[in-house]
């Protein structure tokens, strides 16, 4: 297979969280990526290798940015290595460097993607017997090269993975509560908010802080990628443009905004949280950007006329709460007595318990709190009597 031309453009896969893939997309498109598609937990999209090294940079909701070196249908195991084999190996991995497989499968006659990553593994390291009599070794944990094997209805993606290590890993985080959200997950609910990176957020149920410091960083114009401290996987790939990827590093940090852009608060009931956002923060060198207290959500107050409230509250899963139901209900009284004039984003894997809230929402949007299903929920807080806005019970799904 020829080597794409660096210069020029090729297909570009970025991998996301469900629910989360309008946002990616809109990030993509900010790059001035080209061709830009949606689909379930991905979005597909055309660029350069500048680009590629952007997106890893700057996309705060995708997990993976990944290079498809080979699209194929496998019709059984041998067809499957054959297909593999077809790929010349050394244009992308040399015998010292080791490789890791990830295989996602889904809807195949391959019923393990453990069985389909072994056969592709055999494959490659088969094609380097043959031509040099040795070959590389398997690393599942840190890689220098990791592959990406996607196999729906036996339909084959091959992708170079040019991010390494998942992209929600920014680097900020070292103190967590028991329930931390995902950065990607956290980034994404900013997004969907609606956030005009101005006026007022809070999260009155903060924890260690990750929703406060993703807004944080899009208010900033921060890149995530600032933050890695492993090295992306596309540095060690044979086409590795160093110069390049400088410059791109070098710009982003020169896009970031030292002057605070909006008033950014958090507060927790529990000291050891709001002590843990409070290093998180300082981690992510924005602690003249976000302000956190010790404070109970209940006796707070809205810090201006107009902005978004966002929270996270337990849902009886990791955390649980004494009275679930209770703690709704003083959730939507305190909403609709202190936070009038706001849009609030309460994002709950119990649907039940959310209907003591009270209070009508404008949007629900299914989303995934790692295995748990959830809805982001919004709510508009009128002032004033916008009339029985804020009386009508919220029906169920």
């Given at each position: 297979?020829a080597?794409?031309?660096?210069?020029?453009n090729?297909?570009?896969?970025?991998?996301?969280?469900?629910?989360l893939?309008e946002?990616?997309a809109?990030?993509?498109?900010?790059?001035?990526?080209?061709?830009?598609k949606?689909?379930?937990?991905?979005?597909?999209?055309?660029?350069?290798?500048?680009?590629?090294?952007?997106?890893?940079?700057?996309?705060?909701?995708?997990?993976?940015?990944?290079?498809?070196?080979?699209?194929?249908?496998?019709?059984?195991?041998?067809?499957?290595?054959?297909?593999?084999?077809?790929?010349?190996?050394?244009?992308?991995?040399?015998?010292?460097?080791?490789?890791?497989i990830?295989?996602?499968?889904?809807?195949?006659?391959?019923?393990?993607?453990?069985?389909?990553?072994?056969?592709?593994?055999?494959?490659?390291?088969?094609?380097f017997?043959?031509?040099?009599?040795?070959?590389?070794?398997?690393?599942?944990?840190?890689?220098?090269?990791?592959?990406?094997?996607?196999?729906?209805?036996?339909?084959v993606?091959?992708?170079?993975?040019?991010?390494?290590?998942?992209?929600?890993?920014?680097?900020?985080?070292?103190?967590?509560?028991?329930?931390?959200?995902?950065?990607?997950?956290a980034?994404?609910?900013?997004?969907?908010?609606?956030?005009?990176?101005?006026?007022?957020?809070?999260?009155?149920?903060?924890?260690?802080?990750?929703l406060?410091?993703?807004?944080a960083?899009?208010?900033?114009n921060?890149?995530?990628?600032?933050?890695?401290?492993?090295?992306?996987?596309?540095?060690n790939?044979?086409?590795?443009?160093?110069?390049?990827?400088?410059?791109?590093?070098?710009?982003?940090?020169?896009?970031?905004?030292?002057?605070?852009?909006?008033?950014?608060?958090?507060?927790?009931?529990?000291?050891?949280?709001?002590?843990?956002a409070?290093?998180?923060?300082?981690?992510?060198?924005?602690?003249?950007?976000?302000?956190?207290?010790?404070?109970?959500?209940?006796?707070?107050?809205a810090?201006?006329?107009?902005?978004?409230?966002v929270?996270?509250?337990?849902?009886?899963?990791?955390?649980?709460?004494?009275?679930?139901?209770?703690?709704?209900?003083?959730m939507g009284?305190?909403?609709?007595?202190?936070y009038?004039?706001?849009?609030?984003?309460?994002?709950?894997?119990?649907?039940?318990?959310?209907?003591?809230?009270g209070?009508?929402?404008t949007?629900?949007?299914?989303?995934?709190?790692?295995?748990?299903?959830?809805?982001?929920?919004?709510?508009?807080?009128?002032?004033?009597?916008?009339?029985?806005?804020?009386?009508?019970?919220?029906?169920?799904?």
């Amino acid at each position: 297979m020829a080597k794409p031309n660096p210069n020029g453009n090729f297909n570009i896969i970025a991998t996301t969280l469900t629910g989360l893939e309008e946002v990616l997309a809109a990030e993509l498109a900010a790059l001035d990526m080209e061709f830009i598609k949606t689909g379930n937990r991905v979005v597909t999209c055309s660029g350069n290798l500048r680009q590629l090294y952007e997106a890893n940079m700057w996309c705060r909701t995708a997990i993976r940015i990944l290079r498809p070196i080979r699209n194929f249908k496998a019709r059984d195991e041998k067809d499957l290595y054959q297909q593999v084999s077809k790929i010349n190996w050394s244009d992308h991995l040399s015998l010292e460097q080791t490789f890791a497989i990830d295989a996602v499968v889904s809807h195949s006659t391959f019923e393990h993607s453990l069985f389909v990553a072994q056969l592709a593994k055999d494959a490659i390291v088969d094609q380097f017997r043959k031509v040099t009599g040795e070959r590389p070794s398997v690393d599942r944990i840190r890689p220098d090269i990791r592959i990406n094997l996607h196999m729906h209805e036996n339909m084959v993606t091959l992708s170079l993975d040019s991010s390494g290590d998942s992209l929600h890993r920014r680097g900020y985080r070292e103190q967590t509560n028991v329930a931390p959200l995902n950065e990607v997950l956290a980034a994404g609910i900013i997004g969907l908010s609606g956030w005009d990176k101005k006026s007022a957020l809070v999260d009155p149920m903060c924890g260690s802080g990750t929703l406060l410091i993703e807004a944080a960083m899009l208010a900033q114009n921060l890149a995530p990628g600032l933050f890695r401290r492993d090295p992306f996987g596309f540095e060690n790939w044979k086409d590795y443009n160093e110069d390049l990827f400088k410059m791109v590093w070098q710009t982003a940090e020169a896009k970031e905004r030292q002057e605070p852009q909006a008033t950014i608060i958090g507060y927790d009931i529990d000291p050891d949280y709001v002590e843990a956002a409070r290093v998180n923060i300082e981690n992510a060198g924005l602690e003249k950007v976000i302000k956190v207290e010790q404070a109970d959500f209940f006796q707070t107050k809205a810090p201006a006329e107009h902005g978004v409230l966002v929270v996270n509250p337990p849902y009886n899963e990791r955390i649980v709460s004494d009275d679930i139901n209770l703690l709704y209900k003083q959730m939507g009284d305190t909403l609709k007595n202190n936070y009038q004039g706001f849009d609030a984003f309460i994002l709950t894997g119990n649907l039940e318990a959310a209907k003591n809230i009270g209070l009508r929402t404008t949007r629900r949007t299914p989303l995934y709190n790692g295995a748990i299903e959830c809805r982001l929920l919004k709510y508009e807080l009128y002032r004033g009597s916008r009339r029985g806005a804020s009386e009508e019970k919220e029906g169920t799904e």
